[in-house]
């Protein structure tokens, strides 16, 4: 069998992705979680007495805790595969994997488990993440000066 005749046979199998609907349901639940997301910052804003900037630190540090405990608990995969990418924002997802990464890892030791393999999933949005940021701050520097 040849690797055509094989990706025929899977894709027969397989079931197909309802790409549309799956683009509604990420915009929406995205929608809730950019709302849900300004609520608490008016309520971070208006109990701690905050400006805006201070006060989305700590809806940054809520969100992180929330996907943490949720990945812990086992719940944030079932979201997920619910609510498609609208739960995978930067924040959530890469939270979600440095947990993941710790949980998987834990019984080798905080050092050569969770230490040596928390970044083995965001490290390589880390490392694209930074070196793009590199390269667009020398081109901005170029044509628009320092």
Same mark, same amino acid.
């Given at each position: 069998?040849?690797?055509?005749?094989?990706?025929? #046979?899977?894709?027969?199998?397989?079931?197909?992705?309802? $790409? +549309?609907?799956?683009?509604?349901?990420?915009?929406?639940? !995205?929608? %809730?979680?950019? #709302?849900?997301?300004?609520?608490?910052?008016?309520?971070? $804003? +208006?109990?701690?007495?905050?400006?805006?900037?201070?006060? !989305?630190? %700590?809806?940054?540090?809520?969100?992180?805790?929330i996907s943490s405990i949720l990945t812990a608990l086992g719940v944030f995969d079932v979201l997920v595969s619910k609510a498609k990418a609208g739960l995978i924002i930067p924040i959530t997802g890469f939270a979600h994997s440095m947990t993941s990464a710790a949980i998987d890892y834990k019984n080798e030791g905080l050092v050569l488990g969770i230490g040596a393999n928390i970044f083995k999933l965001a490290g390589s949005v880390l490392l694209y993440g930074i070196v793009s940021v590199y390269i667009f701050g020398l081109i901005r520097l170029m044509f628009m000066g320092g």
């Amino acid at each position: 069998m040849n690797k055509k005749e094989y990706q025929k #046979l899977i894709d027969n199998v397989c079931p197909k992705p309802n $790409k +549309i609907k799956n683009g509604i349901v990420a915009f929406l639940v !995205g929608g %809730l979680m950019g #709302l849900g997301s300004e609520f608490l910052l008016e309520l971070y $804003k +208006i109990i701690f007495n905050l400006p805006r900037k201070e006060a !989305g630190v %700590l809806v940054i540090i809520t969100l992180i805790i929330i996907s943490s405990i949720l990945t812990a608990l086992g719940v944030f995969d079932v979201l997920v595969s619910k609510a498609k990418a609208g739960l995978i924002i930067p924040i959530t997802g890469f939270a979600h994997s440095m947990t993941s990464a710790a949980i998987d890892y834990k019984n080798e030791g905080l050092v050569l488990g969770i230490g040596a393999n928390i970044f083995k999933l965001a490290g390589s949005v880390l490392l694209y993440g930074i070196v793009s940021v590199y390269i667009f701050g020398l081109i901005r520097l170029m044509f628009m000066g320092g």
